[in-house]
């Protein structure tokens, strides 16, 4: 049944996959169509050596050796203390490992790995936050001679604790874990490597967001993108205006954030190295703030519905003041994701107010009324120390915007955009090719991995620019049940997109079998993550 | 974002539901896409008269009365305390009604629902097994002179508990249950009500098979297909070829189905009433067979390269009948389904072998042959006491199948198929609409209830050879973590496709509601069901 219509259902990558060293036999083989590998790190690294020799780890008797007298650095000893659980392969194993424990000589062993230094230069700071400045380069030996994690920074720590982790294999056999001799030289490609949550459309619960945390530490994704409110539910608890919550959100006691719950989110990003990115969409996207403050609202020609934000009324944005000072107290990152998107005019349009505020302003088109109201809010955010992010369209409306806010490229013929963002000097988000609620019968990652930043033709300034993008897991279809295997692994892609070095287009088997063992790790530690390739198991 | 990327995302069904009496503008209001029922029943009953009175149920107070002096009778007895714990809603629910235990009165209650008489007519027997003819319908009185569920099969009973469990509702202030009075007269207008699953492509924990159980039990279907190997891997341990799975399986420790887990499997299924209905395809689709048994495959011309079953060798037989009469040790139902699909001719054109013994046995065509191969193993498992159910392409290559023999029509020209094989006088299944691997942004539920199983031209005696038919969720792109929510709601399409009367086509927007109260019924019920409409949100 299946593999023919497989064979039907394939793009063009996947019949590419198929034929360059697979052949079209392997789809009815014995097995799993695509074998993982065994200790390839995901994202790739940008610099990585490696060999057939080995060291045997034995989790139990392991160490992490904390260099240059920062025992007493919290931060790290905490994130030491998470990798070294992540190490605990299962029981089974190492009552094998017990019964090994002695004689281990095989062919290509270098004997055991008894401890990684981790060698810290520069300072250690237990509240330092992750920024979109923040330092994530590292580099790793794992020699005989030298058995060593570096970073200047705690974030760079984080980082090379992680591809440390996914070095670590168990044999086939089952019988012991390994480490082949590796050395890594790694940072980021890009300083921005997102992913959208929509708690609006539909709630998620915390467990599934620190769940969502974890698997993008093990992807090296740095920046949660709350997408909070929307027309549909208003779930963060404004402690200036709880009645948005109390009439906006599903539940106002089981469907709600409060400012307990954003601060544990934050801490918990924190020490992953992910910084949390508030947004508050406006002027569209506003509907349930209209449940409590009808009064913000565009009131459109037919009786009790509304529109977007009013910007006629002085009210909307001394509203806006106090709520994003909230918000301000509540989120710690530089930035804030300020909407823009969307805009329907139509009760603008059919607003008399509308109209003569227009008139008295000069304003000639919506556009214009929209970008009078963005950039109000935009220097608005700007007192409180936020800066801003904005979607596409504010920048197609021409909305002034200084050259640290940054334009997210979202539609579809994103090319030409993020072309003309950059020419105008201004940094750029890009999401278009990955929109994680795309779904193809079959998979689809190597669509998403296909998309290259860089295919736009503009100076390397203007690539320069690029700050990075997000994977989008809008909320319409998904709710707590599937957002953890619809997100995982697809988003695995973007992550290496946005960290790796360009690998180049083509080569979709590589990445397919790094995938393969990744999602298998995902699974291992909780995550879970679909399959990537058709047909398969882990071990 | 969301809004505009889903209506282009929109087929035209979704269109029209929008367009009959949402509008546009829903998309950007408060609250969820569609609003859910309160006590509708999934799939819809046959006939349901109903009213706005209701009772008010509290859980604990509640009982079930057994007519009858069937109080011994362990199977009801059993069916009755898994619905009573069904109707025991959350803590919180029942504490408000504690306070609320005395002076509840108010317009449109008729008092508290205190018992329900189950009336089982015919006769208990605790080891009754589910089967083709089983006798699926129920009466169902929920009004102040009469509460009883009348049936005369305990099959009949299971369904009409299932109905009843649904009645019941939360009202919207979660301060109490109701049940809306209600007369139900109910039977299935198909027999069989199918869900396949793929353990081979990747396998499925029991928990997960239980789950999907359950999930089915909450749908009325009533045939769990298991497909339980095929080319990747072996999982079914069989007593006579152990081997099979030792060799064939992912790991023949964990990921293998051992008789006693077969027998746990086929029981929970029972007191279900749904039939397990194992399939083992051949002659293709069985590489992972030839792991231990190669000499049964037929060799390519590549070396170590097995095509489908060798039809030339006796041995392939005997083999055959051996390992089926473990199958039927193992399985109780009547039925057996023996795949018989997408066989690669390319080995049997190649192997000198198979062109000696086509001369010898005067077989012309490579059809004819797979034809003498299929007809053998269908007469050697009836003498095994099992009737057949074969893939279309058994029927399309002309084998003599006698009149039990099921036809399963898979594939995307099913309208065509389904009037041969009815024509030809054989029963038919139908999945061609029903595959659950098939996805689309968006969701996609519409398409599967658009699909109606007697859009063909054929006279009345053809309609009534099609026995009803299988959603099917194949196993490449599924796994453990992601079944559940694939499966639920999509397959309650065709669950209701499957009971319900023909109720038009075009009125998408009665059973959107209803799915929705379903969906979230499931979620209580520990069945992850991904969001069926867009936003929303569960009481």
Chains 1, 2 share one sequence.
Not at 16 to 36: D, N, T
Not at 94 to 103: L, V
Not at 248 to 253: E, I, M, S
Not at 329 to 347: Q, R
């Amino acid at each position: 049944m299946q593999t023919f219509r497989g064979i039907h259902n394939m793009n063009k990558h996947k019949i590419f996959l198929f034929a360059l060293g697979l052949g079209m036999c392997k789809a009815s083989s014995p097995g799993p169509l695509i074998h993982a590998t065994k200790g390839a790190v995901w994202p790739k690294p940008q610099q990585l050596n490696t060999s057939d020799s080995y060291f045997i780890l034995r989790p139990r008797a392991f160490e992490f050796n904390i260099l240059k007298n920062l025992s007493s650095c919290s931060f790290l000893r905490n994130s030491l203390a998470r990798y070294w659980k992540l190490l605990q392969f299962d029981v089974t194993l190492k009552k094998h490992q017990q019964k090994n424990k002695q004689g281990v000589q095989v062919d290509g062993s270098m004997g055991y790995l008894e401890y990684l230094d981790v060698n810290l230069t520069g300072q250690c700071d237990d509240q330092a936050l992750p920024g979109i400045k923040m330092d994530e380069s590292y580099r790793l030996w794992v020699l005989p001679d030298r058995k060593e994690l570096q970073a200047a920074s705690i974030w760079g720590i984080l980082r090379g604790l992680e591809s440390f982790s996914q070095l670590v294999y168990m044999t086939h056999d089952g019988q012991s874990l390994r480490v082949n001799a590796t050395m890594i030289k790694d940072f980021p490609r890009y300083k921005h490597r997102g992913l959208l949550i929509d708690t609006s459309r539909h709630f998620i619960p915390l467990d599934k967001i620190f769940l969502t945390l974890d698997a993008m530490s093990y992807n090296k994704m740095n920046v949660l993108h709350w997408h909070i409110v929307d027309d549909q539910s208003f779930p963060y608890v404004s402690t200036k205006f709880p009645e948005l919550s109390d009439k906006g959100a599903y539940n106002h006691y089981t469907k709600v954030y409060f400012p307990e719950d954003i601060r544990d989110v934050i801490e918990y990003a924190r020490l992953r190295g992910i910084r949390v990115l508030p947004e508050f969409d406006s002027p569209g996207h506003t509907s349930s703030w209209g449940l409590s403050h009808p009064e913000i609202l565009t009131p459109c020609k037919i009786p009790n519905m509304y529109g977007p934000m009013d910007p006629s009324k002085e009210g909307t944005f001394s509203f806006l003041y106090n709520l994003f000072s909230d918000v301000r107290d509540n989120f710690k990152d530089d930035f804030i994701h300020l909407g823009g998107d969307e805009v329907n005019f139509l009760c603008w349009i059919t607003n008399p107010n509308i109209t003569e505020f227009m008139m008295m302003q000069h304003i000639k088109s919506y556009e214009d009324l929209e970008s009078y109201y963005v950039q109000r809010v935009v220097d608005m955010v700007a007192q409180l120390n936020f800066k801003s992010i904005v979607w596409e369209e504010v920048f197609e409306n021409g909305v002034k915007l200084s050259n640290d806010t940054l334009v997210h490229v979202w539609k579809t013929n994103w090319i030409d955009t993020i072309k003309r963002v950059t020419a105008s000097g201004k940094h750029a988000l890009l999401s278009s090719c990955w929109y994680l609620d795309k779904l193809k019968s079959g998979g689809d990652w190597q669509d998403f991995y296909l998309c290259e930043p860089t295919d736009f033709d503009g100076s390397s300034a203007q690539q320069e620019l690029v700050l990075g993008g997000e994977a989008c897991m809008w909320g319409e279809t998904v709710n707590e049940y599937n957002i953890i295997s619809r997100v995982w692994p697809r988003a695995s892609t973007t992550a290496e997109k946005l960290w790796s070095a360009d690998l180049g287009k083509y080569d979709l088997i590589e990445p397919a079998q790094r995938l393969e063992e990744h999602t298998c790790r995902m699974n291992r530690r909780g995550i879970g993550a679909q399959p990537p390739n058709g047909p398969g198991y882990c071990d």
